[in-house]
């Protein structure tokens, strides 16, 4: 049993990762400060588990915070979620994403060094693969990230390289996430973007609700199967399984690793809209509109690497991630917001 904190674990992927955590017999503390979620998420963590966490709403940016946490706790390991993820407005304030993700891991970093808590998982991305040259994409691949968002991405890898140069007996997971979609099965907690969703599942998800008129899919004329662009969508609960074998991963000896996380396997825009109107049982409006700049054509996984070193497969498929993103979304047609809570 250990003594973890989730850092961001208020948020989507986060709160998947307490339920694992929680029902895995470990103690959970979260530090969210709330920028892009709310309470509802741990109430409903609780409820599934049946189990308590602690929450402190902090923002990891706040160094004072940090070290009443780390001085208060004695923590085994850190998860780090806790990021602004959305690619746009990276690019219209890059100054805010560069504060928040890369000062924010610093602090961190600071934090948990001066407390001596050396294990820490870290939520990187594909995106900093940039638009690859060819498929299934390996960790060795030349990283240049071609948006803001994706450069905090690989400013925190290349920091967290340098951490553990300067002190190799640190054990730093840093794992590059493809296309997390799905959500919870028991349809208790799920994806609630703030805003009109940027990302393919969400969006489909509010247009079989009714929150959203149709899709546009961003271009037909990519040299793929169906001219539409090919994704590794990845179910969260496969993603946070990762976690859990990386946190067993880094318990064997100090050290640095990168992995994928993904299936390995690519759906086009037209595939997911399919396998999401058979999961809703709707046929959805969609229009070709033109392609979305800086979007590749086609970005999937070689995920042997995490098979070999970490022991872990995905193993749920895009009916099954379809099937529980509409058991969230149909249950709460307008996420948390609907109940009550307390952000
Ligand atoms: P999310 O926005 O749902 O969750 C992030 C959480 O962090 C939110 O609850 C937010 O309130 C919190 N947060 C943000 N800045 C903070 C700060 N300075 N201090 C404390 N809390 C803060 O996003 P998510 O989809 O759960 O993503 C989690 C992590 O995974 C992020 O780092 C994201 O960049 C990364 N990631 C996500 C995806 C994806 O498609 N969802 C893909 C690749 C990587
Ligand atoms: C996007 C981000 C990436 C980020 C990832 C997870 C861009 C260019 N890339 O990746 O940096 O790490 O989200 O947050 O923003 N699509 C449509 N219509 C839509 C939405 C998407 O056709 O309304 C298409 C896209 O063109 C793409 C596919 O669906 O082919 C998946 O898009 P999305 O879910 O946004 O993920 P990525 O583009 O892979």
């Not at 794992?175 to 609630?192: C, K, Q, T």
């Not at 895009?318 to 509409?326: G, P, T």
Request: some cysteine.
């Amino acid at each position: 049993m250990s003594n973890v904190l989730v850092t961001g674990g208020a948020g989507y992927i986060g709160s998947h990762m307490c339920v694992e955590l929680l029902q895995n017999g470990d103690d959970v503390v979260v530090i969210d400060n709330l920028s892009n979620s709310s309470t509802a998420s741990l109430e409903a963590v609780q409820r599934i588990t049946q189990r308590e966490l602690e929450f402190v709403d902090g923002d990891v940016t706040d160094a004072d915070v940090l070290g009443l946490l780390f001085a208060d706790h004695r923590f085994d390991a850190v998860v780090h979620f806790a990021g602004l993820k959305s690619v746009g407005e990276s690019v219209d304030d890059p100054i805010k994403y560069y504060h928040n993700n890369v000062n924010g891991t610093l602090c961190l970093v600071e934090a948990m060094s001066a407390a001596e808590v050396k294990t820490i998982v870290f939520s990187s991305s594909a995106t900093v693969y940039g638009i690859p040259s060819k498929v299934p994409i390996t960790e060795d691949f030349p990283t240049g990230a071609i948006n803001p968002y994706g450069r905090t991405k690989l400013v925190i890898e290349r920091l967290l390289e340098d951490v553990y140069e300067a002190d190799p007996s640190w054990r730093i997971s840093i794992l590059r996430y493809f296309n997390p979609v799905g959500a919870h099965p028991s349809g208790e907690i799920g994806e609630d973007p703030n805003d009109a969703p940027n990302n393919l599942m969400p969006y489909v998800s509010q247009v079989a609700v009714g929150r959203l008129p149709y899709l546009k899919v961003f271009g037909d004329n990519y040299p793929t199967r169906d001219g539409t662009g090919v994704r590794d969508y990845i179910h969260v609960v496969d993603l946070i399984d990762g976690h859990m074998k990386a946190l067993e991963f880094l318990e064997d000896a100090p050290k640095l690793a990168v992995h994928n996380l993904g299936t390995g396997t690519g759906y086009s825009v037209l595939e997911v809209l399919d396998a999401f109107q058979s999961a809703c049982g709707k046929t959805l409006r969609h229009e070709i509109v033109g392609r979305r700049p800086g979007d590749a054509a086609e970005s999937y996984a070689d995920p042997s690497k995490a098979v070999s070193e970490l022991g872990w497969q995905a193993k749920f498929d895009l009916a099954r991630m379809c099937e529980d993103a509409w058991r969230w979304q149909s249950l709460h047609p307008n996420g948390y917001s609907s109940e009550g809570s307390a952000d």
